[in-house]
């Protein structure tokens, strides 16, 4: 997997190449904006299948760059860089289409998780048939599942769960782990968010008439299934 860093902090850059280096993960990156634009309009670049971003760099273009990167690399797949910590600064990055978000200073262990994490999405999401996922489809294109050509209208953690729980049928995962893979936190989230977000995507998919359902056990976790005949 080649990961394209985009980072206007040369001292990050750097601690950041060292670290890709010494996992000998392959990468390139820019500091500069304006001559990775250069690149990036003259197609000098080739297909990355991800792209770390920070908030500096997205911030210093008056155009949207997730969305240049997405039309113009449709499959790359785009973690964001918050340079301040809290939500807020999370989600504006989350709001400009990136699919996963960490906040600086980052702890590079995380980092690695989440691009295994990002990788797995890679799939596309033609590649699910109805064989393998049942009639429930993952749209990565509109961030939405579709029932029976119907769209379940999902908002943004609802999707994330569907995405998880559709591309790894019947694994398991624990609480934890989907409030630090969706929610980007494993400390207790307020009125049992994953639980009532979970229970509105199966009440989704149950009006839709999915042929899945999510399953759960007490103190084990939570997974994707066909339903009993």
Same mark, same amino acid.
């Given at each position: 997997?080649?990961?394209?860093?985009?980072?206007?902090?040369?001292?990050? !850059?750097?601690?950041?190449?060292?670290?890709?280096?010494?996992?000998? =993960? @392959?990468?390139?990156?820019?500091?500069?904006?304006?001559?990775?634009?250069?690149?990036?309009?003259?197609?000098?670049?080739?297909?990355?299948? !991800?792209?770390? /971003?920070?908030?500096?760099?997205?911030?210093? $273009?008056?155009? #949207?760059?997730?969305? $240049? /990167?997405? @039309?113009?690399?449709?499959? @790359?797949?785009?973690?964001?860089?918050?340079?301040?910590?809290?939500?807020?600064?999370?989600?504006?990055?989350?709001?400009?289409?990136?699919?996963?978000?960490?906040?600086?200073? /980052?702890?590079?262990?995380?980092? =690695?998780?989440?691009?295994?994490?990002?990788?797995?999405? *890679?799939?596309?999401?033609?590649?699910?048939?109805?064989?393998? @996922?049942?009639?429930?489809?993952?749209?990565? #294109?509109?961030?939405?599942?579709?029932?029976?050509? $119907?769209?379940?209208?999902?908002?943004?953690?609802?999707?994330?769960?569907?995405? /998880?729980?559709?591309?790894?049928?019947?694994?398991?995962?624990?609480?934890?782990?989907?409030?630090?893979?969706?929610?980007?936190?494993?400390?207790? =989230?307020?009125?049992?968010?994953?639980?009532?977000?979970?229970?509105?995507?199966? *009440?989704?998919?149950?009006?839709?008439?999915?042929?899945?359902?999510?399953?759960?056990?007490?103190?084990?976790?939570?997974?994707?299934?066909?339903?009993?005949?």
């Amino acid at each position: 997997m080649h990961t394209l860093l985009l980072e206007k902090d040369i001292v990050f !850059l750097k601690i950041v190449e060292s670290f890709f280096s010494a996992e000998n =993960l @392959t990468f390139s990156s820019y500091s500069d904006p304006i001559i990775f634009l250069d690149e990036f309009s003259n197609q000098n670049i080739n297909d990355p299948d !991800l792209v770390i /971003i920070s908030q500096n760099f997205l911030m210093s $273009q008056k155009k #949207n760059l997730c969305v $240049q /990167i997405k @039309t113009k690399w449709p499959s @790359t797949k785009i973690i964001g860089l918050a340079d301040l910590p809290g939500a807020k600064h999370r989600i504006a990055l989350l709001e400009k289409g990136m699919d996963d978000c960490l906040t600086k200073p /980052i702890d590079f262990s995380e980092l =690695l998780l989440r691009l295994r994490i990002v990788s797995l999405r *890679k799939v596309n999401s033609t590649e699910y048939s109805e064989d393998s @996922t049942g009639n429930l489809i993952l749209d990565e #294109n509109i961030k939405d599942c579709i029932v029976l050509n $119907q769209r379940l209208k999902l908002n943004h953690h609802e999707y994330l769960l569907a995405e /998880i729980f559709v591309k790894h049928p019947k694994k398991v995962f624990s609480r934890f782990t989907l409030m630090d893979l969706v929610w980007n936190t494993n400390m207790e =989230l307020e009125s049992n968010s994953v639980e009532s977000t979970i229970s509105s995507l199966r *009440k989704k998919m149950k009006l839709a008439g999915a042929t899945h359902e999510i399953k759960s056990r007490r103190k084990i976790g939570y997974w994707l299934d066909i339903k009993s005949i």
